[in-house]
């Protein structure tokens, strides 16, 4: 069992920064992605920012600059620490992890599906 929980959504000012951080939990013993996802109302669902094991990062265009995405690997956590923040950026904010192997039992195995966080809200008042 895999577990995902998001924390540091909040209400900022226009300029401000934020961090949010995801921890994921479980009998894990590796995680081979991890990213962000955001919800804006009545929007898909996007990727902001995501990361693999082997460090390579990937932004969306609007972030660049702005965002940067950070794992800690002993530790099975991601985050995400915004800066410059715009009006734009308010969404539901969601953690994702993928390639997750686990443990069970005695024998370890490689999940077919993805996990996700509760999500955690963002809101960035002018």
């Known amino acids: 069992q895999v577990q995902l929980v998001e924390s540091g959504g909040g209400l900022v000012q226009a300029g401000g920064s934020l961090r949010l951080s995801c921890a994921a939990s479980?009998?894990?013993?590796?995680?081979?992605?991890m990213g962000w996802y955001r919800q804006p109302p009545g929007i898909q669902r996007e990727l902001v920012a995501g990361?693999?094991?082997?460090?390579?990062?990937n932004y969306a265009d609007s972030v660049k600059g702005r965002f940067t995405i950070s794992r800690d690997y002993a530790k099975n956590m991601v985050y995400l620490q915004m800066n410059s923040l715009k009006a734009e950026d308010t969404a539901v904010y969601y953690c994702?992890?993928?390639?997750?192997?686990?443990?069970?039992?005695?024998?370890?195995?490689?999940?077919?599906?993805?996990?996700w966080g509760q999500g955690t809200q963002v809101t960035v008042s002018s």
């Open positions: 479980g009998s894990i013993l590796s995680i081979n992605a």
């Open positions: 994702n992890a993928e390639g997750v192997t686990y443990k069970r039992g005695s024998l370890y195995y490689a999940s077919e599906k993805a996990y």
């Open positions: 990361i693999t094991s082997g460090g390579s990062t």
